[in-house]
């Protein structure tokens, strides 16, 4: 009887005490405010600006954790512009990738696929799609990778399993990533025409127009 006492006593001090350290606690309350009506313009996907002399931009696409400012990442990446594809006249991948001293094109002179080494690796060797479209492999066209369809041509250097996923080849020398070109803030039609022999040329157009009462709709 005397221990069913003790025991009972116990519990009473342990049950006042949770209630004791229970009391409501009332915290000060947060007003969130919006920007007054100021107009948002920001698009899903905005590129990096480019450094002065639109050749090379700030930053570029890591995978899955999007667009990165260079000078946030632990990586070395390089990013061309378009202005760097049409002041050069670079037709593939490969023609712009002669900018970056890290990658060396391996295809043959009138070759078919565009092959590559990034420090010293093998990439699309054997025309696996180990080229990342907009940060996804296997999207990208097969054998010569054209720039018409381009807007930046990304490099990144280094194992990048992490970012993008395993490449199709298991390439661990870097990523080149394609950025495609999307609808501008401005309407654009322009047309180009390439000339390469007295027997070849050709030409493409490009058509941007955006759509909607805040213009927020693209093709």
């Keep these: 009887m005397r221990k069913s006492v003790g025991l009972c006593a116990a519990l009473a001090v342990v049950v006042g005490q949770d209630a004791a350290a229970q009391e409501t606690t009332v915290l000060e309350r947060i007003v969130v405010e919006g920007l007054g009506g100021v107009p948002l313009t920001a698009t899903i996907g905005t590129l990096p600006e480019a450094y002065p002399g639109g050749q090379v931009a700030r930053g570029g696409r890591l995978g899955l954790l999007g667009n990165r400012d260079i000078m946030d990442t632990p990586f070395n990446i390089g990013s061309y512009t378009a202005q760097t594809i049409e002041d050069q006249g670079a037709r593939t991948v490969a023609d712009v990738m002669i900018n970056d001293p890290s990658v060396r094109s391996t295809h043959s002179t009138g070759g078919i696929v565009d092959s590559f080494y990034i420090r010293g690796f093998p990439i699309n060797e054997g025309n696996f799609g180990e080229v990342a479209f907009d940060g996804v ?33 298991s390439s661990v020398g870097g990523t080149i990533n394609i950025v495609p070109k999307r609808a501008a803030e401005v309407d654009l039609t322009r047309f180009t025409a390439d000339y390469a022999s007295n027997l070849q040329g050709g030409g493409h157009v490009d058509v941007s127009r955006r759509f909607g009462a805040e213009r927020q709709f693209g093709v």
């Design 137 to 169: 492999f296997g999207v990208a066209p097969t054998y010569r990778l054209f720039t018409d369809y381009a807007e930046r041509i990304e490099v990144l250097k280094g194992p990048a399993a992490l970012l993008y996923g395993i490449a199709p080849n």
